[in-house]
């Protein structure tokens, strides 16, 4: 039984178009979920003047943006935020709310018009690195009066 060139050449069109639906479905899914994750961020004030001095870590991924800061504490004030990492989109532009932030002293700041998405992940980011500040200072409270208690 002999196949025709035809035949194959037809076979590889279909397997192409099809490896390619595949990859565009997924594609578009991942695009909904990514759009879906940051509608659906939301952000918390918190007060910056009840967290200990220090340097704190966070980072947020919604798939197509990604960010990593460091954040540092000195006196109830954010003194120096850096962004260590972004994966945006077209989301660079976004980058310059670190410095409201920083003015401002909070974190829910205005956003930048045309990197919307990239400053809403960069906000909650830094959200989740002072929650982790919080975190350690319940922490350390709770571990000084256990130590008081025992010894």
Request: net charge neutral; with cysteine; hydrophobic share 40%.
């Amino acid at each position: 039984m002999k196949i025709s060139l035809k035949k194959i050449v037809f076979i590889v069109i279909i397997l192409l178009f099809l490896t390619g639906s595949t990859y565009g479905i997924t594609y578009l899914k991942d695009i909904a979920d990514y759009k879906q994750a940051v509608k659906e961020t939301t952000i918390e004030e918190i007060n910056i003047s009840d967290i200990s001095d220090g340097v704190y870590n966070g980072e947020y991924d919604v798939k197509f943006i990604y960010a990593k800061v460091e954040i540092t504490i000195q006196n109830g004030e954010i003194t120096t935020i850096n962004l260590l990492e972004h994966r945006h989109e077209r989301g660079k532009p976004a980058e310059s709310i670190i410095h409201k932030m920083i003015d401002e002293q909070k974190i829910d700041v205005d956003a930048i018009s045309g990197a919307t998405n990239s400053g809403t992940v960069i906000k909650k980011t830094v959200e989740i690195a002072l929650k982790s500040a919080n975190r350690r200072s319940k922490i350390g409270i709770l571990i000084f009066f256990c130590h008081k208690l025992l010894f």
